[in-house]
């Protein structure tokens, strides 16, 4: 079962991508990472390592501070 945590950050994803207008594919190749761990991540089934997080925030146009804002 995934943690609070996990949760948040899959959640924060899916909304700012939507938010974007980004398909998952698109996202993940603005972040430079496959699709299908993009969409693990929005699951909250894979704990995500800050580099990735960093890169999909900046493809979101997020800072990490503002990503994390509401945990």
């Given at each position: 079962?995934?943690?609070?945590?996990?949760?948040?950050?899959?959640?924060?994803?899916?909304?700012?991508?939507?938010r974007s207008g980004f398909t998952q594919v698109e996202l993940a190749n603005k972040s430079e990472i496959a699709?299908?761990?993009?969409?693990k991540i929005e699951r909250g089934n894979w704990e995500v390592?800050?580099?990735i997080l960093a890169?999909?925030?900046?493809?979101l146009g997020v800072s990490l501070a503002?990503?994390?804002?509401g945990l």
């Open positions: 079962m995934p943690d609070r945590v996990l949760l948040f950050v899959a959640r924060r994803i899916r909304t700012l991508r939507k699709r299908e761990t993009l969409s390592g800050l580099i890169r999909i925030a900046k493809a503002e990503f994390f804002e």
